[in-house]
């Protein structure tokens, strides 16, 4: 069955430090993935996208991903975090021909994103 | 204009009323979805519309009505809904095939009473 796995539902880091968060999919075939960004109350503003080539992306706000196949894996990553950064981030998969019929987006369960002084 | 519009930002209806939820964008989008979204949960597929037509209804009970006038507009008919209808209602847009990924709207915040 097709799955996005998440591992951490809560991560607090200093604000200035390093942040990683983790993304595993179980997919038939390499799908199109997605990181997106949920503030309290807010939609989803979506950070950056594999689809393919480059396996390291570059998104906005900072934040980068890097696609390993071998681990199926789609890890987010931010080299200096800033208090503006606490929100919700849902990895996220979609077939590669996705839209309408052909299939929609498949989310993992979220990673609460806490930021100290 | 690269944005997906959402109207009301908040509603809140008893049980007996009859209300509608609207969505727009202008991207040239032919995809359109509806999302629901529980507090601390990511967002559950309701309905997927393509080229305005429904392709996707992901079981949804029958008091949820789609409805999408033109490739630019997408309506959600609520009627005689439950408490446990109250939630974040999520609309989204897609390219046919391929693309720039989905484009979310700010939500519509849903409370019955």
């Known amino acids: 069955a097709q799955s996005v796995t998440q591992p951490d539902i809560h991560i607090t880091v200093s604000e200035g430090a390093s942040l990683e968060l983790r993304c595993n999919y179980s997919?038939?075939?390499?799908?199109?993935l997605f990181w997106y960004v949920q503030s309290p109350g807010q939609g989803l503003q979506l950070l950056l996208k594999?689809?393919?080539?480059?396996?390291l992306v570059q998104g906005i706000k900072g934040f980068e991903a890097e696609f390993k196949r071998s681990q199926s894996s789609f890890n987010l990553r931010k080299p200096s975090v800033h208090w503006s950064d606490a929100a919700e981030y849902f990895c996220?998969?979609?077939?590669?021909?996705?839209?309408?019929?052909?299939?929609?987006?498949?989310f993992g369960k979220g990673t609460k994103l806490s930021v100290k002084p | 204009d690269t944005e997906v519009t959402q109207t009301p930002k908040h509603l809140v209806m008893g049980m007996t009323n009859k209300k509608s939820l609207k969505c727009e964008q202008h991207?040239?989008?032919?995809?359109m979805y509806w999302y629901k979204q529980k507090a601390k949960k990511p967002p559950e597929l309701m309905f997927v519309?393509?080229?305005?037509?429904?392709?996707i209804n992901e079981s949804v009970p029958s008091r949820f009505s789609p409805e999408c006038p033109n490739s630019s507009l997408l309506n959600l008919h609520l009627h005689a809904l439950q408490p446990e209808d109250s939630a974040l209602y999520l609309c989204?847009?897609?390219?046919?095939?391929?693309?720039?990924?989905?484009?979310f709207g700010s939500g519509t915040r849903l409370t019955v009473v």
């Open positions: 989204a847009s897609s390219q046919r095939t391929g693309g720039d990924g989905y484009t």
């Open positions: 997919y038939g075939a390499t799908p199109y």
């Open positions: 594999y689809f393919s080539g480059d396996t």
């Open positions: 996220a998969v979609a077939p590669q021909g996705y839209g309408g019929s052909q299939g929609n987006l498949i």
């Open positions: 991207m040239g989008h032919r995809a």
């Open positions: 519309y393509s080229y305005e037509k429904l392709s």
